[in-house]
């Protein structure tokens, strides 16, 4: 905890199982009373802490015999709905099969209803990395209604806080096509992000597939008014030393409003980009220090199929 002014206060948990105890923190989020709700990946709990750090429950979330995630990479909550993205596996052979999940959870009971899910399968072997199945982020509009994006198309698909798809966006967009040079910086990326440990012990080298084209949409993010921030990929072409890049701004109903050049120092390729109320920001070398900290990728590592 830090104040306003950046200086160090307190420390909010500790690691272990127990109440106000966690391990692999993945995320967290605040209640609309005041508690901070503790994201743990593995094995999938939301704990719950007043702020001065006395445990105060949890959110229960289904286990894995009863249709729950073995491994939950993201949580959020807005204006009283809670959503998360997780995954179990299902070992097939020298493989398996991987299945990504977007749910919203009744927080009272921990019943999910399933918004967008997709499967991929897996060789211990033969690891691959795909690029196109990375292209899938989301986010909460005004009321609990769910914004995602899941394609390499300029596309963005819109949830009701029922689970029910209210609406699509499609918007008419040219494929930017990628350089030679353009697609060897994106599989170095994409190697350095990852890190496959192989059967026992033995170090897999994955194979890097990447697309032809540059994604329609890089980056969105949702303000504290619900308009929707998009950085689509030629909008991202535009930043340089001065500019984040042009975003397409829409209203809550996928109607676009304008587009704004923002002027500020970053980088998608390095940096990552949030939207708090009405602020965009940008946490510096995000990538390079996620990949340090965690050593291999969460998502990738061969003991989350193994465990």
């Known amino acids: 905890v830090y104040s306003e002014e950046g200086e160090f206060l307190t420390v909010l ?3 272990g199982e127990g109440p106000g ?6 995320g967290l989020f605040f209640l609309a009373d005041g508690r ?14 007043d702020t001065d750090g006395t445990p105060a429950g949890d959110i229960p979330l289904p286990g894995t015999e009863e249709e729950g995630f073995r491994f939950v990479q993201e949580a959020a909550l807005r204006d009283g709905v809670l959503a998360l993205r997780g995954m179990t596996f299902r070992r097939k052979g020298q493989g398996g099969e991987r299945r990504t999940r977007l749910t919203l959870v009744e927080r009272e009971t921990g019943d999910l209803t399933e918004l967008d899910s997709r499967s991929t399968t897996f060789d211990f072997a033969r690891p691959v990395i ?7 982020f989301w986010d909460l509009l005004p009321g609990g209604r769910v914004l995602l994006v899941d394609d390499f198309d300029y596309r963005l698909r819109i949830y009701g806080a029922d689970g029910a798809q209210e609406r699509r ?30 059967r026992h012990g033995r170090r897999a080298e994955p194979e890097i597939e990447v697309e032809d084209r540059e994604p329609g949409i890089r980056w969105f993010g949702v303000d504290g008014r619900g308009l929707i921030w998009v950085l689509s990929g030629r909008g991202a072409e535009l930043a340089d030393d001065d500019h984040l890049g042009r975003f397409d701004i829409f209203d809550g109903e996928g109607r676009l409003a304008h587009r ?15 939207i708090r109320g009405d602020r965009l920001i940008v946490l510096k070398e995000y990538r390079e220090a996620r990949r340090a900290m965690r050593g291999s ?7 989350d ?3």
């Open 13 to 15: 948990g500790r690691e």
């Open 260 to 274: 704004v050049t923002l002027a500020g120092d970053g980088d998608l390729t390095r940096d990552r980009f949030l």
């Open 169 to 198: 966006i499609d918007v008419a967009y040219p494929d930017l096509t990628r350089s030679g040079a353009r697609k060897s910086e994106r599989e170095a990326e994409l190697a350095a992000s990852r890190r496959f440990g192989g």
């Open 36 to 49: 901070l709700a503790v994201l743990q990946s593995r094995p999938a709990r939301i704990i719950l802490l």
């Open 21 to 26: 105890e966690f391990r692999r923190p993945g």
């Open 305 to 307: 199929y193994d465990e």
């Open 130 to 136: 795909r690029e196109a199945d990375s292209q899938y």
């Open 297 to 303: 990728s969460d998502e990738e590592a061969e003991e």
